[in-house]
């Protein structure tokens, strides 16, 4: 996939794979889960880019799946729902609680975040 030089995290293809992989660790959390080993960590972007979604056809493929697994959830979710408190743990093991609502939004601003960052001057 071709770089775009000046992104703070690297390249356009480590941002996509970050903002991808961040996604997918939240949806597992919020389906009381854990993600799969080898894509636990959103922050090793740069490292996932190269083993584990590699191509343009991979970001894609698993994008899509990732979103199929969104619809699904987002679809079955009720107000009473959305507005609970759920309990996670983090990449460390460690216990985290919040309002399922604030983490959606927190995953909404997540991804603007990355897609709108501007080379650092």
């Known amino acids: 996939m071709a770089t775009a030089d000046g992104l703070s995290i690297g390249s356009l293809h480590v941002t996509l794979v970050h903002?991808?992989?961040?996604?997918l660790v939240?949806?597992?959390?919020?389906?009381?889960?854990?993600?799969?080993?080898?894509?636990?960590?959103?922050r090793l972007a740069g490292r996932l880019a190269v083993s584990e979604v590699p191509t343009v056809?991979?970001?894609t493929d698993l994008w899509r799946s990732e979103e199929a697994k969104q619809h699904r959830f987002f679809s079955s979710l009720?107000?009473?729902?959305?507005?609970?408190?759920?309990?996670?743990?983090?990449?460390?093991?460690?216990?985290?609680?919040?309002?399922?609502?604030?983490?959606?939004a927190h995953v909404v601003n997540h991804g603007t975040q990355f897609r709108a960052r501007r080379p650092s001057a």
């Open 57 to 59: 056809d991979a970001v």
């Open 78 to 104: 009720t107000d009473d729902a959305i507005s609970k408190t759920i309990t996670y743990m983090n990449q460390y093991g460690e216990p985290n609680e919040q309002p399922l609502s604030q983490l959606i």
């Open 26 to 42: 939240w949806l597992a959390r919020w389906e009381g889960g854990l993600p799969s080993e080898e894509l636990k960590d959103a």
């Open 19 to 23: 903002i991808l992989v961040a996604e």
